[in-house]
Structures are given as structure tokens and as C-alpha cells.
């Protein structure tokens, strides 16, 4: 009897939702509290800038989650932010830096509005999966490069996914503003700064008079499939080994620098599948500075949720919320949209330096075993 | 990672590298050899200086002879050791290679150009040294291009509101010690991973400098100043060199100094001893009763400091005023200089230069209007140089360039 109850158990447990319930009843009070002390000092700031703190953070909520409209906004805010923190997250888990989820989705979107654009009369059925397809081939590539370099020369990710956002965006720009001849421009556009816009055939389907797309719905179907991938298959196996110990990995016999160039071809394709999404679904056309944040911000929203695929959702929800309630906060309190982007940072520091919160908090520091791999020195 | 490096080694690769840009130019310029009229490129050193005419197609050709013959044999793994000399000779020529090629049938400065090349190295430089102090005693530093962001941004700031622009250059540094201080804490006190630390810092800066941009800074008058050119006397009259090196502005001056009296200190006096035996073993070095916090807080602020330095040079030294995100990567691209560099305060001066080169040869490309397949090189392509040049070089380099051993692991006591 109590036999079957203890391997009742082990089988509830093994369950998603409850991991996650068990998770966020673990681990939930430091990012809550890291968000926290980040508002009151947001507060603060803005009380120091002499501006009414009160409706600032009122307006904040009612832009964000307080109306059906608002909700959807949000929603569609944050896809892909919950998209390129799995990017992220995937990378920390194999112990590799992936500040590059910005270019990753420029090249994916790069390769989206080529397929949306130059297919013309084909049915959306096949039109738009294609789309999606190229956006994760083009992010796939873009993140294999430093995943290749890393592995072979051992020349750090995090310099070199930031040298690529560059040339992403430098290739970007050319392929937008060079005028003899058009490449992706669009002759009709004025100020030479979009892409022409993409087929019907290839926008993602709507929900009619709004801007909610099934790219919520892709966000949460990957962050199942990469909770999936990391815990439940082989490779999710070997992932998470080189991220703990690459020198144990290898010694098991796993090939570290395929591994390493694998997880970081994942990463960017996830990255890729974001800048996918938000063509096809939302501006229908790339913008030269389009992403311009998004890389960093998507780092943040991993370290939010820990790295836990599963609560990237909550993490990418609550971040998207902020940017999305910062439109009606800076209009109640007349504030500049910097003081969101203050406050940004300021969870990022908590939540990235969790020992502040916790030395704040007066909570007990990290037991042995809980603390999370971001990323190794030079050349190791 | 070497050890796992199987087949092709480095040396072959660019041996290949050199093979293939030799088939290139011999293939691109044998037409034109033979032509009565050749094509002169004029390379001009200062106003009134010498001109040297080279006739473009018979020193490419030559140039594309030597390549491919010295990469050719540079593929067989048991000549490897002769042929190392020739790869390198191979290296020295290719600045003088693209130079010549770039200005076929037109004239360029090549003063001018390592003005520029000094010029727009001076920040890489810069913030090389910070990087230097910081990982000499043990402390990755990638927030480099965020303590720029911020001297830049509070400099500039205070420039505007004191209206004198040395106080906008102490601010600067002042900053950027502050961000250091920030770095230290979060790495050293509260042993955060260091990576995480310094992208913490890199995004509250640009947080910070856009918010006081936007807030403060567009609405205030505040005229193009920026620091103005001292010469130096006597040592600037000297010819040909003495107008580039020391005719220059203040921030460079600083850079210079810098270098030299960073190499003395860390390689000469006991100061510089114990931030290396810091870095390599700090357990040891506590044994000995040297502090390791108190050496690592000074040497993060230290390099802050000078990565506050860099900041100035952006929005004091050249442009006048205060953009977001001018820094554009720079803090990286000067990483990969300290490592280019091997750690060492003269190799990270060379590893700046080499991309101050890059950045200044996009400039020029696009004065000398260089065509590609018949129509104009586009400016974008060209703004990737560097950026490219960076990859290329710590492909290269990592591996063989040993970084301080205890790099990156927060020291427990």
C-alpha cells in the first residue's frame, strides 16, 4: 500500500504542472521579491524626478493587464520575449551565453519577409508554415556560427553572437535602404526604412478586429517542446551534461563541441522562430530597428525564469506587461518611457545578482547544487 | 578548445586563406599587366611630402605571386615550420596589399591614414587597459561598453551643465569608477558569475544613459564642443611623424601614457606583482598576506576608470555630443583587442590598432570610392569591418593567448 502511494507520487511529480506548481513553490520568492524591491526603487526614482509615483503605477497596470484590450496587447507583446527567453535559456543550459538572440531574430525574420514577400497566389496552408520554417533556418544559422567557433577555436559566444547582431543589422540595413537596385525595400515607402509587406497568404491567422495572433499559441507549444527536448530526450541529456561539466561530459563520452554547436543552433533557431512571428504576425514587414533591445531584454526573461523552460511563460507575460502598460504610464504620469526601461534594468540586476535580493531579504544563500551555469571564461 | 582539434591545424588554414587571395589578385590583375597606359596608384605621405607612384598592376601581381607561392606550401603540415616566416611576411604586406589596390588610379594620404587608424584606436586602446586591470587581478570585465556608455553620458552631462569640458572629462572618469564599483560588489562581494554581472551593467546603462538623454540632455543648448588639439612643441615640428603622433588631442595623449606606465606597473614595481599573483592564484597570494578583495575592488575601479576615460573620448573628444548607444560596441571589440594582446598592455595597443585600421580602411573605401562587381561598395559592408575583424581574430587567437588563471571564479575566503 504504501508502496504504490510512494510510486504514486514519484509519478505525480514526474508530471508538468506539477513540477512546475512544485517549482514555483520552491523558487518563486526570490524573483518575486527581485521584481518587487525593482518597483519600489522605480518608485522612487520617479518620486525623485517629482512625478506622482501612484498613477504612474496605476497607469502601468491598467495598460497591462487591466482591460480585455489590454490583455490581448500584452499577449501579443510578449510571444516573443517568451520565445527568445527559450532561446536563452536553452544556451545557459548547455553553459553558453547567447547574447545574440537579437541578430538570430533579425536574420530569422530576414529570411521570413524573403518567403512572405517573394511567393505570390500560393495557399496560406503551405505559404505561412514555409515562412516559419525559413525564419528558423535563418536564426539556426545565425546562432550556429558562434556555436561552431566556440566549439572548434574556443573563441567566447558572448563576443562574438555580439559582433553578429552587428553585422545582422548592418546586413539588414543594406538589404533595406540600398535603392539600385531594391533588394527588400519597398519603393513605395518614403522613408527607406521597412521591407515591403508580406503575401496575404503568409500573414499568421488573427483573431478578427484584433492583433492577437497564433503566435501565443506557438510560444507555448515551444516552451513544451523545449521543457521536452531538455528533460526528456537524449540530447536534452547531453545539453544539460556540457553546461554542468564539460570535462565529466566528454569523459562520458559525449561529443562536446557537436553538442555545443547543436544547443546553440537551437537556441538561434528559437530566437529565429521570434522574429518569424512577429513579421508574420504583427508588422507584416521588417523595420531596420525592429528588435532593437529585444536580445538583452530576452536574457533578462531568462534569468526571470531561472532557466526553467516552463516558467518562461509567467516570466515572458510579466515582461511584455511592463512594455506594453509603459505606453499608458508615461502618458498619466508624463513620464519618459526610459524610467520603464530603468526599472527593467533594475530586475534584470536582482534577478540576474539574486545575492542582493537574498542579502536584502535576509534569505539563506544558495545550497549547494542550486546554483545556475551562465557561462565559463575565456577559451575553456 | 584545441585539445580536440583533429585534422586541419590553424597554420593550414591560413596558409589556404593566403593561397586563395593570391589565385585572386593573379587571376584579377593579369589582364591589365600588359597594358601600355598602367593604372598608378599614388600614395602621398602629408601635404608636400613624398609621393610614391606604384604602378598598381605589376606590384599586385607580384604581391598575388608571393602569396600564392608561400601559401601553397604552406598547406603541407612538414613544412610547417619553414613556411611560418612567410605567413607572417604575408601578414605585413596585406595592409600595404589593400591599400594599393583601394587607390588604383587615384591618390590617398597614407599619413592620414594612420592619423585615423591612432585616432580611432584610441578608445579600443582604452578600453583594452580596462579590461587588462580587471582580468589581471581575476575579474572578467564585459561591461566595458557599458562604463563607456556612462562616462560618455554623464561627461557630456556635465559638460553641458558646467559648461566646462575638463570637469565633463573627470566626470567621465568618475562614472565609469562607479560602475566599476557597481561590477565589483556585484562580482567580488556578492560573488555573482562575472558574465552575468557585466551584462547587468551593460543594460542599466543604456537604461540610464537614454533616460537622462532624453530627459535632460536633448532639451539643453549645448554647442559641438570638444576638447581642441594640443600640439606638442618641438617633438610636432619633427617631419613626416611628428604631425600624426604629436599633433593630437588630449584623450590620446592620456591613451599613450596610459599604455606605457600600465606596462611598468604591472611588470616592474610590486604593485603590478601582486594584481598578477592575484589573478593567476589567489589563494596562494592571500597566504601570502596580500588582500585579494581589496586588489581585485582597486583594480575593477581602476580599469572603470579608465573605461570612463573611453566614454569621453566619444562624446567630449569626438563628437561633441551625446547619442544612444554611441559606443556601438566598441567595449567588445576592445576586449578582443586585450586579447588579441595576450593580456599584456603593448600587444592590447596593437590589437587596437589593428581594428582602429579596420574601422579607418572602411572610411576610406567609401572616400575612394571602391567598386564591387561595378557598382559602389556599400557603406553597411564596410561598417562590418571591424566587426568581422574581431571574429576573425579571436578565431585565431583564442587558445593560443592564455588568460590569467584564476579568471572568472569569485574567491572564496
Request: proline content about 5%; aromatic content about 10%; charged content about 10%.
Amino acid at each position: 500500500m504504501t508502496e504504490t502511494t510512494q510510486q504514486h507520487e514519484q509519478l505525480r511529480w514526474k508530471l508538468p504542472a506539477w513540477r512546475l506548481i512544485k517549482y514555483l513553490g520552491l523558487s518563486f520568492l526570490v524573483p518575486v521579491l527581485a521584481v518587487f524591491t525593482a518597483l519600489v526603487l522605480g518608485a522612487l526614482i520617479i518620486w525623485l524626478t517629482g512625478k506622482d509615483w501612484m498613477a504612474a503605477y496605476i497607469g502601468l497596470w491598467q495598460g497591462s493587464f487591466g482591460s480585455p484590450g489590454a490583455i490581448a496587447a500584452t499577449l501579443v507583446r510578449s510571444t516573443p520575449f517568451i520565445i527568445t527567453g527559450l532561446a536563452v535559456a536553452l544556451g545557459f543550459k548547455a553553459g553558453l551565453f547567447n547574447i545574440g538572440a537579437e541578430g538570430q531574430l533579425y536574420a530569422g525574420a530576414l529570411l521570413a519577409v524573403v518567403v512572405g514577400t517573394s511567393l505570390v497566389g500560393w495557399p496560406a496552408v503551405i505559404h505561412v508554415p514555409l515562412a516559419i520554417v525559413a525564419g528558423a533556418v535563418g536564426g539556426m544559422v545565425w546562432g550556429a556560427i558562434p556555436g561552431y567557433l566556440k566549439a572548434r577555436t574556443g573563441a567566447h559566444e558572448v563576443i562574438n553572437t555580439i559582433m553578429l547582431n552587428y553585422i545582422a543589422l548592418r546586413m539588414t540595413e543594406w538589404l533595406i535602404k540600398n535603392r539600385t537596385p531594391y533588394i527588400l525595400g519597398d519603393p513605395l515607402d518614403a522613408s527607406g526604412s521597412r521591407t515591403r509587406f508580406i503575401a496575404a497568404s503568409a500573414v499568421l491567422p488573427h483573431i478578427p478586429n484584433t492583433n492577437l495572433h497564433v503566435g501565443i499559441l506557438m510560444a507555448g507549444l515551444l516552451t513544451f517542446l523545449v521543457y521536452w527536448l531538455l528533460y526528456h530526450t537524449t540530447i536534452g541529456f547531453e545539453v544539460r551534461t556540457i553546461g554542468a561539466n564539460p570535462a565529466a561530459a566528454r569523459y562520458a563520452g559525449i561529443r562536446v563541441p557537436r553538442t555545443m554547436v547543436l544547443a546553440m543552433a537551437l537556441s538561434g533557431m528559437l530566437a529565429g522562430l521570434a522574429g518569424a512571428g512577429e513579421v508574420l504576425g504583427v508588422e507584416r514587414a521588417l523595420k531596420t530597428d525592429f528588435f532593437s533591445g529585444l536580445g538583452f531584454d530576452s536574457i533578462a526573461v531568462a534569468l526571470l525564469a531561472r532557466s526553467n523552460p516552463l516558467a518562461m511563460i509567467a516570466s515572458g507575460l510579466l515582461w511584455g506587461g511592463l512594455l506594453n502598460g509603459a505606453r499608458l504610464m508615461q502618458v498619466r504620469a508624463e513620464l519618459s518611457i526610459d524610467v520603464i526601461k530603468i526599472v527593467q534594468a533594475l530586475i534584470i540586476m536582482f534577478v540576474a545578482a539574486d545575492q542582493i535580493v537574498r542579502w536584502i531579504y535576509r534569505i539563506r544563500p544558495h545550497e549547494p547544487g542550486d546554483e545556475m551555469t551562465f557561462s565559463r571564461g575565456w577559451g575553456t | 578548445m584545441p585539445s580536440y582539434r583533429r585534422g586541419i591545424s590553424r597554420q593550414q588554414i591560413i596558409a589556404a586563406f593566403f593561397a586563395i587571395i593570391g589565385i585572386l589578385i593573379l587571376l584579377g590583375y593579369a589582364p591589365h599587366l600588359g597594358q601600355p597606359d598602367a593604372t598608378i596608384s599614388r600614395l602621398t605621405f602629408g601635404l608636400g611630402g613624398p609621393v610614391l607612384d606604384v604602378p598598381t598592376a605589376i606590384v599586385m601581381f607580384s604581391i598575388g605571386i608571393i602569396y600564392f607561392s608561400s601559401g601553397i606550401p604552406g598547406l603541407l603540415r612538414r613544412w610547417e615550420r619553414t613556411t611560418r616566416w612567410a605567413l607572417w611576411l604575408n601578414s605585413l604586406l596585406f595592409v600595404p596589399m589593400v591599400l594599393i589596390a583601394a587607390a588604383a588610379g587615384k591618390q590617398t594620404n597614407v599619413l592620414t591614414m594612420i592619423a585615423e587608424t591612432l585616432r580611432l584606436g584610441t578608445p579600443l586602446a582604452l578600453g583594452a587597459l580596462a579590461g587588462l586591470y580587471c582580468e589581471r587581478s581575476g575579474v572578467i570585465n564585459i561591461a566595458i561598453e557599458g562604463m563607456m556608455l556612462f562616462g560618455a553620458a554623464f561627461g557630456f552631462a556635465a559638460l553641458i551643465f558646467t559648461g566646462n569640458i575638463w570637469l565633463g572629462v573627470l566626470t567621465a572618469i568618475l562614472l565609469g569608477g562607479i560602475a566599476a564599483l557597481l561590477h565589483g560588489w556585484l562580482s567580488i562581494h556578492l560573488q555573482t558569475d562575472q558574465i552575468v554581472s557585466g551584462t547587468v551593467i551593460n543594460i542599466l546603462a543604456i537604461g540610464v544613459t537614454g533616460y537622462l538623454r532624453r530627459s535632460y540632455l536633448l532639451s539643453s543648448p549645448g554647442g559641438r564642443v570638444t576638447l581642441s588639439t594640443i600640439p606638442i612643441p618641438l617633438l610636432s615640428d619633427i617631419p613626416l611623424i611628428g604631425n600624426v603622433l604629436f599633433n593630437n588631442k588630449p584623450i590620446f595623449y592620456m591613451m599613450l601614457v596610459l599604455i606605457v606606465s600600465t606596462h611598468i606597473a604591472l611588470f616592474y614595481t610590486r604593485w603590478g606583482l601582486r594584481i598578477r599573483a592575484v589573478g593567476e592564484n589567489p589563494r596562494a597570494a592571500d597566504i601570502l598576506g596580500i588582500n585579494v578583495y581589496r586588489t581585485r575592488y582597486l583594480n575593477v575601479v581602476v580599469g572603470g576608470m579608465i573605461a570612463g576615460l573611453a566614454g569621453a573620448w566619444f562624446s567630449l573628444e569626438t563628437v561633441g555630443s551625446f547619442d544612444d548607444g554611441m559606443t556601438s560596441g566598441k567595449g567588445f571589440i576592445a576586449l578582443a583587442a586585450m586579447i588579441f594582446g595576450k593580456w599584456t598592455p603593448f600587444g592590447a595597443f596593437g590589437g587596437a590598432m589593428l581594428f582602429g585600421f579596420a574601422e579607418a580602411l572602411g572610411t576610406r573605401f567609401q572616400i575612394l570610392n571602391v567598386e564591387l562587381w561595378g557598382s559602389p561598395l556599400p557603406i553597411q559592408f564596410l561598417q562590418t569591418l571591424p566587426y568581422i575583424t574581431t571574429i576573425v581574430v579571436l578565431a585565431g587567437l583564442i587558445g593560443r593567448a592564455t588568460p590569467p588563471a584564476a579568471i572568472g571564479q569569485p574567491y572564496k575566503k
